[in-house]
Each structure stands twice: as C-alpha cells, then as structure tokens.
Nanobody
Framework: QVQLLESGGGLVQAGGSLRLSCAASGRIFSINFMGWYRQAPGKQRELVARITPAGSTNYAESVKGRFTISRDNGKNTVYLQMNSLKPEDTAVYYC?????????WGKGTLVTVSS
C-alpha cells in the first residue's frame, strides 16, 4: 500500500506564491515519474508538471516560467513552487507518482487565487 500526503494549498492573491509538497510512504521500491496535475471546476484534469528520477522536467505551457517542480529522492517527496499565480490557476492540485508502471494519486489540495 502506498500513501501520498499533499500539503501547501490555500488561498492567495494574484501575483502571490505557494509551495505544494507531496510525500510518498508505504511499500515503495522505486519511484519513476513524480508530478502534479490539476482540475478546475468543470474542466478535465490536466498535467501541470512532471519530473523524472534524474531531474528532467516538463511543464504545461500555461505554467512555464512561473512554476518549478523538484523532488527529493531520499525523502520520496515532490514539490511544486508556484509563483506569479493567476486566478486561472485556481484548481484542485493532485500529486501523482509512478511506481513500476502503476500510477498513484493523492487526494488533492485546493489552490484558490483571488483577483
């Protein structure tokens, strides 16, 4: 059993910053990709950013230059630093990890950006 514990969501004004964290625990042997997805009301879940064990990253076009994903392999933790937040970034953010080809999801953390 694998658990993902997310933290760091909240309410922030436009232009502000937040840092999300997601720690994986349980029967973990090897984590491949770690990433963040988000789902805004009435929209489909979309990839925000993803990072490989070696640190290679990819981002959604809408967050490039504003968000930074990082990971601590020793702590099985992935982070998402979000700067210059916009109202359109408002969504539930979900942590996602790939363990030997099996995806696991966190329960989500709400990020609300006020204008």
């Amino acid at each position: 059993q694998v658990q993902l514990l997310e933290s760091g969501g909240g309410l922030v004004q436009a232009g502000g910053s937040l840092r999300l964290s997601c720690a994986a625990s349980g029967r973990i042997f090897s984590i491949n990709f770690m990433g963040w997805y988000r789902q805004a009301p009435g929209k489909q879940r979309e990839l925000v950013a993803r990072i490989t064990p070696a640190g290679s990253t990819n981002y959604a076009e809408s967050v490039k230059g504003r968000f930074t994903i990082s990971r601590d392999n020793g702590k099985n933790t992935v982070y998402l630093q979000m700067n210059s937040l916009k109202p359109e970034d408002t969504a539930v953010y979900y942590c996602n990890v790939d363990l030997l080809g099996m995806p696991y999801w966190g329960k989500g953390t709400l990020v609300t950006v006020s204008s």
